[in-house]
């Protein structure tokens, strides 16, 4: 019966290998597709140090050329400022921040930072002075150490340990065997969902970007983490301009200035004491928000 089963048994794991690799496969190109969508122009300059005004100036985008998912948007936001983007699923929201990463570039309109326009400098030197904090942080198999200090590898251990300390994440280091040399393999699945967001946040800490760009973690967290992550979070931004991508209402009241984006567009803006004394969207969904809470 087995030699019978084993060439079937076989069959089915190449296939299923095969699947796999194609899917691997799928997912290379797509990730080739988007870092071709710029070009870093052959004149592009360095950017000097920013102070961190963002400036959007009648932006349209789309992913696609006749699905505009943002049109005109206008919006200046100012050094040190932050500003929370809220609205519906698929409403743009993260779009909007890959923008200023210059992931992708506006169909029409501009981008600029400090008056440059983003396409006028090269990309390295943009990058460098825009921390960004995805939605899914990933971490590596390096030491606690390597993955805090991931973009600034040449950081001396002061440095790494008060990004630590910004973050409050002390108990983690010292608790684990070798300090910030402990290799996080060796944690295994220890580390927590709360505690990787907690670890995005002291390596965008550590590499002092002027802007900080951060698609919030939708993963629910319990309260005590939460509160964590949101001590965390102001610290890294005390005095930096930041655009967050807000999945709670909860992050978004923080913020200096929210605004609500819907049907391609900014439909509101101003703080929460403002929307919710406008009574438009935001009052709704806050009225609602805090109904199931
Ligand atoms: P969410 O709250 O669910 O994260 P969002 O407001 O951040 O949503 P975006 O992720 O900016 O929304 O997506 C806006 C629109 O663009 C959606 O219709 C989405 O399907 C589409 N979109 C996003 N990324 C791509 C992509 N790489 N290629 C094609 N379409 C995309």
């Given amino acids: 019966i087995n030699s019978f089963f084993q060439p079937v048994q ?14 691997a496969i799928g997912k290379i190109r797509g990730l080739l597709a988007t870092s071709s969508s710029v070009v870093e122009s052959p004149t592009a300059s360095v950017l000097p140090p920013v102070r961190g005004e963002i400036v959007f100036d ?4 789309g992913y696609l050329p006749d699905r505009p998912v ?6 200046r936001i100012e050094p040190g400022e932050t500003v929370a983007c809220v ?11 890959k923008l200023v990463t210059r992931f992708y570039d506006p169909s029409s309109g501009r981008i600029l930072i400090d008056g440059h326009d983003l396409r006028d400098v090269t990309l390295s030197s943009l990058r460098k002075q825009i921390g960004v904090v995805p939605q899914e942080p990933f971490l590596f198999a390096g030491t606690l150490r390597d993955n ?10 002061e440095e790494v340990w008060a990004a630590v300390d910004a973050v409050g994440l002390r108990d983690l280091v010292e608790r684990s065997p070798e300090g910030l040399d402990t290799p996080l393999h060796e944690r295994g699945q220890s ?13 965008a800490f550590l590499a002092e970007p002027r802007v900080v760009v951060l698609d919030e973690a939708t993963s629910s967290l319990d309260l005590r983490s939460e509160l964590r992550v949101e001590a965390a979070l102001d610290a890294l931004l005390e005095g930096r301009t930041a655009i967050l991508v807000a999945h709670r209402l909860s992050t978004a009241m923080r913020a200096d200035r929210i605004i609500v984006v819907d049907d391609h567009r900014i439909i509101e803006t101003g703080s929460h004491d403002e929307l919710i004394a406008a009574g438009g969207r935001y009052a709704d969904m806050f009225a609602t928000w805090a109904a199931h809470s």
């Fill in 148 to 157: 805090i200090a991931f973009a600034r590898p040449e950081a001396t251990d």
């Fill in 10 to 23: 076989q069959l089915v794991q190449l296939y299923t290998q095969y699947q796999q690799g194609k899917a």
């Fill in 191 to 203: 580390v927590s969902s709360g505690e990787r967001q907690l670890l995005a946040l002291a390596r």
């Fill in 87 to 97: 609205g519906p699923t698929g409403a743009g929201k993260s779009t909007l921040a």
């Fill in 58 to 61: 009648d932006v349209t985008f």
């Fill in 70 to 75: 943002l049109e005109g948007v206008t919006l």
